[in-house]
């Protein structure tokens, strides 16, 4: 299945002089939902997973898909503020401001194996940002799972050699 039928350019959102990938239609048709889900799957290969982390907040969609199929926890990144529990945070750059991460203290146990998720890998701020959480948190970075790469804004180099997938490149 050609998964760039399912994905729109929208001109200058959120801010003047971005094209935004906008994966609504790919969730809204039935069929290439699924199929991305399975995509994503295979792009795992059969490693041992405990925990898939996806950040707020299209990362929600696919990572507890994922979680579920790899028999593995879910746990969501989230902006701050947004998480009840005690929590540590970390201050990230992306392609058109600066935000703050956070994830839950008790989130992930020393030595669990993770799968970071998430729509799109822009310029790796966020992505980078959630590879320093888990670190902090004891966790081993297996894989950081994207559906969209961005590849002319170079945000695989800020992963710090942790295996990248994409299910698209653009």
Partial sequence: MDF???IRDIQNFPTKGVTFKDIT??????????EAASALLKMVRNQPIDKVIGMESRGFFY????????NAG????RKTGKLPAAKIAQAYNLEYGTDILEIHEDSIEN????????DVLATGGTAAAVCELVKKLGGEIVQCNFLIELEFLRGREKLNGYA???????
């Fill in 63 to 70: 990572g507890p898909l994922l979680a579920s199929a790899l």
């Fill in 4 to 6: 760039n039928n399912y």
């Fill in 164 to 170: 990248v997938s994409s299910l698209l490149r653009y």
């Fill in 111 to 118: 030595g669990e194996r993770v799968l970071i998720h998430d």
């Fill in 74 to 77: 879910f746990v969501p990144v």
């Fill in 25 to 34: 239609p790919l969730l809204q048709d039935k069929l290439a939902f699924k």
